[in-house]
């Protein structure tokens, strides 16, 4: 009996499945410490602990650096860290699972943007209806803060550039550069949550539980993803990822008691599949096209 040609790719799509879960579940417990030490604090702490554990593990030093590349790590570092901070700023006041899909129409943005097939514009169509049916643009739309929708905007901002500058970094080693440019990141988010939370950032219990963020958040995400990487067409590892607004709205309905309304969940499917479509288009692109990916650090 032959095997099946799909059963090699079971392992690795169980294990982005994975990385998409413990995303959510890491970023639904740090909103909990968010009375504690505020938006800013848990930012600092899984961004800078994340950072010493990705360094500790992949010991970057290792690989040489030249000026350029040194660059291009801080400014991919300074996205990220801006990313993760404005995120974490957008779910103090509006619902996890929205926050992801406005978020995700940052990276949307760089692959539509280097589309010339006609067929695209049907996922940017979607990308506005989404949108529109998410922001409070009228009077009859359903409530949402307006700083936290523009906090999410700029993290989809940051998100996109993160994304660029991660391209221009992808000839170095991916431990590398995730662990240099976390560590990047950490020189703008670590200083903003210390100014906004002071000496109670660094009670033992709570980096004990910013420690766990850490490694649910970012860790074992990195870890998942870099395996199903190697063993996944990409066009395959960007639509399972598409799936995480799904999953961190079901999160923070579970852990955060953030129910949403048909309308929400009605624009974070639009949003869902207007990446899958893209993704699924880029395979037909030429090899420009940047790839809708995280390893991101939410």
């Not at 901002?157 to 976390?182: D, E």
């Not at 624009?267 to 479509?277: D, F, K, V, Y």
């Amino acid at each position: 009996m032959r095997t099946l040609p799909s059963a090699p790719l079971l392992l690795p799509v169980l294990a982005v499945i994975g990385s998409v879960v413990s995303l959510a579940l890491g970023t639904s417990y740090a909103k909990q410490l968010f009375p504690l030490v505020g938006a800013q604090g848990t930012s600092a702490l899984r961004v800078g602990l994340s950072a010493l554990l990705l360094v500790a593990l992949w010991r970057p030093w290792r690989w040489p650096l030249t000026r350029p590349d040194v660059g291009t790590l801080l400014r991919y570092g300074l996205a990220l860290g801006l990313m993760n901070w404005m995120f974490y700023m957008a779910i103090r006041t509006i619902p996890f699972g929205v926050a992801v899909a406005i978020e995700f129409t940052g990276p949307l943005a760089v692959a539509l943007y280097y589309s010339r097939r006609k067929r695209d514009y049907l996922w940017v169509a979607l990308v506005v209806l989404g949108l529109g049916l998410l922001l409070p643009l009228t009077q009859h739309s359903h409530a949402l803060d307006p700083a936290g929708v523009l906090w999410a905007l700029g993290a989809a901002a940051a998100w996109g550039t993160y994304i660029v500058f991660g391209k221009r970094a992808g000839h170095l080693h991916a431990g590398q550069s995730v662990a240099l440019g976390l560590l990047a990141a950490s020189l703008v988010v670590v200083p903003i949550g210390i100014a906004h939370a002071g000496a109670a950032l660094f009670d033992p219990q709570l980096l004990l539980w910013g420690l766990g963020v850490a490694i649910v958040s970012s860790t074992i995400p990195i870890s998942l993803e870099m395996f199903a990487l190697k063993r996944l067409p990409r066009e395959t590892f960007g639509i399972l990822l598409s799936l995480e607004p799904a999953v961190a709205a079901l999160a923070a309905l579970v852990f955060l008691h953030e129910a949403l309304s048909l309308q929400q969940w009605l624009a974070i499917g639009c949003i869902m599949a207007a990446s899958m479509g893209s993704v699924a288009s880029a395979s037909r692109r030429p090899p420009e096209v940047v790839r809708i990916s995280k390893s991101k650090e939410n």
